[in-house]
């Protein structure tokens, strides 16, 4: 007897990464409960909520997003959209982070979202979307030692916008969420990747205190997860979706950045620099 496959027929598929994370998950409840059918996608194991189907994928593994693909093509004959929110935070000197560390936050900041494009296109037909969550960071000049994030950040905007130029051309729209300090797991690994940078860092002089004030400062204005799945939400029911979304954008970051960048880097030795070890 022929095995029957039951497959989902439905408009409105969505595929969602970093579906466990904060961002993610939000994103993904309120999809569901707007009655979108979501595929979840995350390296960690997460509940199933509502209309939500999740499969465990490390983005850094082609061979397991492959297996997910099609895990979901039997599910579904198409996908409406694809959301990017997989992502890892990292703060370090980029003279004194060892290579592994530097390679991997590329490889799953940006070459996971190139990854995941690559093998689900398949699935998006013409009025498609896909959403990329970038960071307030990308198109700014980073501080000191949060170079990494920010660089992985600015390339995943370049991809963005290069592949905007591109799906364009097949009816797929490309928007990406540009959004500032999350209430996610982010923050914490942010104080914690801080820490462990001012305990290990042996070629700058640093005053730990001012710095984790600047941070501080960058990080106090936060937002809920929810409101970045309400601007998802927007990126996927307006008729015309905007390019860049941008939300939670920081005055201090902006202040900084009006200044010409002799005087940033001038402004920030100033704060930070622990003089008191030169005496």
């Known amino acids: 007897?022929?095995?029957?496959?039951?497959?989902?027929?439905?408009?409105?598929?969505?595929?969602?990464?970093?579906?466990?994370?904060?961002?993610?998950?939000?994103?993904?409840e309120l999809l569901s409960s707007k009655g979108y059918n979501v595929f979840g996608m995350d390296y960690c194991q997460v509940e199933e909520?509502?209309?939500?189907?999740?499969?465990?994928?490390?983005?850094t593994k082609t061979e397991e997003i492959e297996a997910v693909f099609e895990k979901v093509k039997e599910e579904a004959e198409s996908l409406f959209a694809i959301i990017h929110t997989a992502g890892v935070y990292d703060l370090d000197s980029l003279l004194e982070m060892d290579e592994q560390r530097f390679v991997r936050i590329f490889n799953i900041n940006l070459f996971g979202v190139y990854r995941v494009n690559k093998v689900f296109k398949p699935l998006l037909n013409r009025g498609g979307r896909i959403v990329i969550t970038s960071s307030e960071l990308a198109p700014l000049d980073p501080l000191p030692f949060t170079g990494i994030y920010a660089i992985t950040k600015a390339a995943l905007e370049k991809y963005a916008f290069s592949l905007r130029m591109e799906t364009n051309l097949l009816g797929i729209s490309v928007s990406v969420i540009r959004p500032g300090a999350v209430k996610t797991g982010l923050l914490n690994v942010s104080t914690t990747a801080l820490e462990r940078f001012m305990e290990n860092t042996k070629l700058y002089n640093t005053n730990a205190k001012k710095f984790r004030q600047i941070v501080d400062g960058v990080e106090t204005k936060n937002i809920e997860p929810e409101d970045i799945a309400q601007t998802a939400l927007r990126a996927l029911t307006e008729k015309t979706p905007k390019y860049v979304y941008k939300i939670n954008r920081n005055p201090l970051l902006l202040l900084l950045n009006s200044l010409p960048q002799h005087l940033q880097v001038f402004a920030i030795e100033q704060v930070i620099k622990d003089r008191t070890k030169n005496k």
């Not at 007897?1 to 993904?28: D, E, Q, Y």
Request: proline share 3%.
């Open 1 to 28: 007897m022929k095995k029957t496959v039951k497959r989902v027929i439905f408009m409105k598929n969505v595929l969602v990464t970093g579906a466990a994370g904060g961002m993610g998950k939000a994103i993904c």
């Open 49 to 59: 909520p509502g209309n939500m189907k999740f499969y465990r994928c490390d983005v």
